[in-house]
């Protein structure tokens, strides 16, 4: 089993600037893949951003050129800088693993952390 934590949410105008932090533990070795997803008011929780073991990488259409996903596997830790942010990217941003290759579907990942909220004002 594998621990999720997340960290860095808060409020920012738009085009302000806020970075995530998802801190593994427990059994990490198993991981293959990790995302971070966002659920907003009334919305469906989607999938933003994946990276893979080796670092392959991929976004949604909606976050490209403005969010970026890296890991520092010394730390098993999990980062999102989020750049030019919209009031649309409000929403509760979660982090999330996987034991196999990398999908954005939210149904494929078996490891949850409890959420942070990003919350953008116009």
């Known amino acids: 089993q594998a621990q999720l934590v997340e960290s860095g949410g808060g409020s920012v105008q738009a085009g302000g600037s806020l970075r995530l932090s998802c801190a593994a533990s427990?059994?990490?070795?198993?991981?293959?893949?990790m995302g971070w997803f966002r659920q907003g008011p009334g919305k469906e929780r989607e999938g933003v951003a994946v990276i893979a073991r080796d670092g392959t990488t991929s976004y949604t259409d909606s976050v490209k050129d403005r969010f970026t996903i890296s890991q520092d596997n010394a730390k098993n830790t999990l980062y999102l800088q989020m750049d030019s942010l919209k009031p649309e990217d409000t929403g509760i941003y979660y982090c999330?693993?996987?034991?196999?290759?990398?999908?954005?579907?939210?149904?494929?990942?078996?490891?949850w952390g409890q959420g942070t909220q990003v919350t953008v004002s116009s």
């Open positions: 427990g059994y990490t070795a198993g991981i293959y893949c």
């Open positions: 999330a693993a996987r034991s196999w290759s990398c999908t954005m579907l939210v149904g494929f990942f078996n490891y």
